[in-house]
């Protein structure tokens, strides 16, 4: 959808797991980012504003967890380990641009 207005850039913010928590703790928000320029923005403005961003890897090798034996993609972990990371490598799949997952 948010490629039909032919953006730049998308940035979505949205629950991503418990995962989160776990892995960060209540003291910064972990992002994910395409696009190197884009996230340090994102992490600078979240210094400024108090809500810390912590950036979070988008390794090739995570595409692994998006396997699934049934359908063209899984959107969830396969595993216990790597359900935010899943869920972003999930979007990436459908933004075209340049992005940032809060």
């Known amino acids: 959808y ?13 629950t991503l797991t418990g995962a989160m928590a776990v892995a960060l703790g209540g003291e910064c928000v972990g992002m994910y980012s395409t696009c190197d320029v884009l996230g340090g923005v994102l992490q600078e403005g979240g210094y400024h504003s108090g809500d810390r961003l912590w950036r979070m890897p988008l390794f090739k090798e995570y595409g692994d967890l998006l396997k699934s034996p049934t359908a063209d993609l899984n959107n969830i972990s396969s595993g216990p380990y790597g359900g935010s990371i899943t869920a972003a490598k999930f979007l990436q799949k459908f933004v075209s641009v340049k992005s940032g997952h809060i």
């Open 2 to 14: 948010a490629d039909s207005f032919e953006p730049s850039h998308v940035i979505d913010m949205a």
